[in-house]
């Protein structure tokens, strides 16, 4: 019972607990995983825009380069025999007014011989064998877009070798060539230098064969302080790469420039990107936690307003089958559970009802046994002493007779004493000594009898007919076959707060056996007497006082016997 | 209490059938699309070039069935304008075509329609306007069909030999020993403008050619003769011949000479229309090559058959018909 009630109330709620701590746990589990992997699109999305608005803006700058080229061509070179002044007139104009961006032009025939070339062009001797010849000779329809050059190193400036193939006029017929425009990176630099460019965020443009055109820290790799890992990564991939170096996660997105082959890429480091979602994270999660708590505390809550009132209920009903009947529960709890507490009042006040009607029925039930006992007192008695006082009559002792009638009517007032049980000491006194006289005189003063009464204890009650039972045992026993000399005392004194009768007698006494037999058995001594056995009058005075008071009975052979009836202080008694 | 469970139940009874009828609805294959849906973007249907290109495809497309179902194709014609076919493109784009045929206004633009495509993953054939190489090896799935440029140019400058070496009198008016020609060019650097003008050129060298002037007339007719009346009048009575990067801009030039009502020089152009056919069975013009569009027409049908089917990696990426020349043999043997 002990180990169960300890098992409910420990193991409901931590499993209630453990439940709920393994819900939030997996909550956090996966809003981190959803929420990381959706922070990690959004990036990549995100990232995706930039780089495709820096690839746009670079396609802008190609077709704007492609226009200026085509113009170059179709405006100049192939309106003007290149011998003619207005040729060169117009090619220093173009020059002029594209100043900013042009460092030069030059046009080859086809076997790579100069034609003409700008003022700052500085002349390349063998220029049929270069990348941008060769590639615009084969590509005739193309612009081809070619490596990037180091030009004025004092001032430290790049430029694109655009070319491609063209048809001059000489002599009055069209000729191919081949057409190199010297562009400034500057306008392309600028648009990807717009991009945050940091170790953690930056962007660089490769050339198709992989040469870098673009790097933020161009510098840095030519010193061979920084290396760019990601090249093999960014040209592999098709749409993004996330890629793990130098101990973070790299997100590479490249993309194809149109037209030119070139590469650009943009990288960014994962962890910079996701970092302003962590703070997100630890809200979430501190949320999470937070009622996952809240729900542990209101789950034992509840568990307690739930299961205090059963405890308290199972007292009571342990307190109400232990006999304490008033016991009753507290009506509280939360709706059922109030609802039992209710009914265990109902039933527990429905019993105590009952209890308590089952008691009267056996007091009743004494009573009116007891009322039995009393009016069963021996006609035989009556007759044996009314035929004594015939006799008496009628051998003339009326002396006799007269007071043998007085003390039967005294015996007998006693005897019904107004239908109550109890009487005062006096009365049963007087009423045992009347008895004992008519005895006496029935048995030709047989034996002497003497009582030595306590006058102080006379005030006190007893049950009625308590003695006279005794006196009868002592007649019938213990004045059997005396002749003259039996004598029986009645003493009546104060032991331990308790009222003790003795009625003894000088008789032969009895043996062990008789006197259990007497005790504990409903005999009566005589078939003459009262017709209340020693047994009964034991019986009655333990129900009235508890198994403390009773009769006991000594006896010794030829010495007599001895029964005391030990009784407490009792002024008087409620009559029920 | 019995009757309150009962409710309960039949409750969840009902929830129960309503999810699993949610489930199979969703799960159940939506009902299949008995077309096949497809774009085709064209430059300019004015172009009868491409008119008979898009016709000839038409008739292609409309007798074919692709696993028993029918294909269902809109045409976008763009009138030449690049703007126009952006918008159009973005509108094929959100149509979610199971494959499209592109004929690109600005051939350099093709890298950004790609992507485009490609992330929609719509599988795009690309025809007629050809584009960077770069920039078809951005994506898987596309195709270019074209037509040979630089042969065709050739073509005409070996029609122009043959002409001269047997009809040197005739053809050499002012007997300068020279020929004079002029050479009328389509759209500036677009591709077939630079491969044929090339082609011509490359096989023109034997000749001893004399150009008079060079003209660009973007495909036109109406341009090509508008250009040609701008010439001074003695450039245009030097003229022996005058070759176009096509046909449009050759009658161009024949509406000028039947205009003025002058003497028709040896006229050659690119693409065999219909008209110019007519034309050179009359006699009055010299010859033409043909692009032999039914041949890119076939090969666009064969590779989309090809892709709808899945089989994407069949064909190669870029693909040109083979030209052929078109004369009247009766004519040049006469003259």
Redesign the interface.
């Known amino acids: 019972m002990k180990n169960k009630k300890i098992s409910i109330r420990v193991i409901f709620p931590v499993v209630m607990s453990a439940s709920i701590a393994a819900c939030i746990i997996s909550c956090i589990l996966l809003f981190s995983y959803y929420f990381s992997t959706y922070f990690q699109k959004d990036a990549i999305e995100k990232i995706g825009k930039q780089r495709d608005f820096l690839a746009?803006s670079l396609?802008t700058q190609i077709?704007n380069i492609?226009v200026l080229i085509?113009r170059i061509?179709?405006r100049n070179i192939?309106k003007y025999d290149v011998d003619s002044a207005r040729f060169a007139e117009e090619m220093e104009q173009q020059i002029f007014l594209e100043e900013k961006c042009l460092y030069g032009l030059a046009l080859y025939d086809i076997d790579g011989e100069s034609i003409w070339h700008s003022g700052t062009f500085a002349e390349q001797e063998d220029a049929k064998e270069m990348a941008w010849f060769l590639q615009a000779k084969e590509?005739?329809?193309?612009i081809s877009y070619g490596r990037r050059r180091l030009v004025l190193p004092q001032e430290d400036s790049y430029v694109f070798e655009i070319s491609r193939?063209v048809?001059y006029?000489k002599d009055?017929?069209?000729?191919?060539g081949i057409l190199l425009m010297e562009y400034y990176t500057d306008s392309v630099d600028e648009i990807l230098s717009h991009y945050r460019n940091q170790k953690s965020a930056y962007c660089y443009l490769l050339d198709?064969q992989k040469n870098m055109l673009y790097h933020p820290f161009d510098k840095e790799i030519a010193s061979g302080l920084y290396k760019e890992k990601t090249i093999e990564a960014a040209l592999s991939c098709k749409n993004y790469r996330i890629e793990k170096a130098d101990g973070q996660q790299w997100l590479i997105e490249g993309?194809?420039?149109?037209?030119?082959?070139w590469n650009m890429v943009v990288v960014n480091s994962m962890d910079s990107l996701v970092l302003e979602s962590h703070n997100l994270h630890y809200l979430v999660w501190f949320i999470l936690l937070l009622i996952g708590v809240i729900l542990i505390f209101l789950d034992t809550l509840v568990f307690h307003n739930f299961t205090n009132p059963i405890y308290r209920l199972l007292r009571t009903m342990e307190k109400f089958g232990k006999g304490d009947y008033n016991a009753r529960a507290q009506e509280e709890g939360i709706g059922e559970l109030k609802n039992v507490s209710i009914h265990f009042n109902i039933m527990a006040d429905k019993l105590q009802e009952q209890m308590e009607e089952i008691r009267r029925n056996e007091r009743e039930k004494q009573n009116m046994e007891k009322k039995l006992l009393q009016s069963q007192i021996n006609p035989h008695f009556l007759y044996n002493t009314l035929d004594s006082i015939i006799w008496m009559i009628r051998s003339e002792e009326y002396d006799g007779a007269g007071e043998m009638v007085s003390l039967l009517a005294k015996f007998f007032r006693i005897s019904l004493s107004q239908g109550k049980d109890m009487i005062t000491l006096e009365k049963e006194l007087e009423h045992a000594s009347s008895y004992l006289a008519i005895q006496n005189i029935r048995f030709k003063d047989k034996f002497e009898f003497h009582v030595d009464a306590d006058p102080e204890l006379l005030k006190y009650f007893c049950p009625k007919l308590s003695i006279q039972p005794l006196l009868e045992n002592a007649i019938y026993h213990g004045m059997d076959g005396m002749y003259e000399d039996g004598e029986i005392e009645i003493r009546i004194y104060e032991k331990n707060g308790d009222i003790k009768i003795d009625v003894s007698d000088n008789g032969p006494g009895m043996i062990q056996e008789k006197i259990d037999y007497i005790m504990h058995n409903k005999v009566v001594s005589s078939k003459r007497g009262s017709g209340i056995g020693v047994c009964n009058v034991n019986e009655r005075i333990q129900l009235i006082y508890g198994k403390n008071y009773g009769i006991t009975i000594s006896s010794e052979l030829d010495e007599g016997t001895v029964a005391t009836i030990t009784i407490p202080k009792m002024e008087e008694m409620d009559e029920q | 209490m019995k009757w309150k469970t009962e409710k309960y139940n039949f409750i969840l009874a009902g929830l129960f059938v309503l999810m699993a009828g949610l489930i199979v609805a969703w799960k159940l294959p939506k009902r299949e699309d008995c077309y096949i849906h497809m774009g085709i973007a064209v430059y300019d249907l004015n172009d009868t070039f491409m008119e008979k290109y898009i016709r000839t495809l038409q008739d292609m497309i409309e007798k074919t069935e692709i696993a028993g179902r029918k294909i269902s194709y809109e045409i976008y014609n763009a009138d030449g304008k690049n703007k126009k076919q952006e918008k159009q493109l973005q509108y094929m784009y959100a149509q979610e075509y199971d494959i499209m045929l592109v004929n690109l206004v600005e051939p350099?633009?093709?890298?950004?329609v790609l992507?485009e495509a490609e992330e929609k993953e719509i599988p795009v054939i690309l025809y007629n306007r050809?584009v960077?190489?770069?920039?078809l090896?951005?994506v898987k799935d596309v195709w270019y069909v074209g037509t040979d440029g630089k042969a065709a140019g050739e073509i005409q400058g070996k029609l122009l030999k043959e002409l001269w070496d047997k009809q040197k009198q005739s053809v050499d008016r002012n007997q300068n020993g020279k020929l004079d020609y002029i050479?009328i060019e389509g759209e500036?650097?677009h591709?077939d403008t630079?491969?044929r003008?090339?082609g011509f050129?490359?096989s023109g060298r034997e000749l001893p050619?004399?150009?008079?002037g060079?003209l660009?007339a973007d495909w036109k007719r109406e341009i090509a003769l508008e250009k040609f009346a701008k010439l001074d009048e003695e450039t245009i009575r030097n003229t022996e011949a005058v070759v176009c990067n096509n046909d449009d801009m050759a009658l161009g030039v024949y509406d000028y000479y039947k205009k003025h009502q002058m003497k028709l020089p040896v006229i050659i152009g690119i693409n065999n229309s219909q008209e110019m056919n007519q034309k050179i069975r009359l006699g009055e013009i010299y010859g033409t090559v043909d692009n032999n569009m039914e041949d890119q027409a076939a090969r666009i049908y064969e590779i989309m058959k090809s892709v709808l089917n899945g089989v994407i990696d069949k064909y190669d990426k870029i693909w040109y018909s083979m030209p052929y020349e078109i004369v009247n043999s009766d004519i040049s043997e006469e003259k």
């Not at chain 1, 590509?139 to 193309?142: A, G, R, S, V």
């Not at chain 1, 009055?172 to 191919?176: C, E, K, L, Q, V």
């Not at chain 1, 993309?255 to 082959?261: D, E, L």
Request: hydrophobic share 25%; charged share 25%.
């Open positions: 746009q396609e077709e492609n085509n061509y179709y192939k590509n005739i329809e193309t193939y048809e006029i009055g017929n069209m000729r191919s198709d993309q194809q420039i149109g037209y030119t082959g | 350099a633009s093709a890298a950004s992507n050809e960077a190489e770069k920039d090896q951005i050479l500036e650097s591709y630079i491969r003008t090339n050129l490359e050619l004399k150009q008079l060079n660009t």
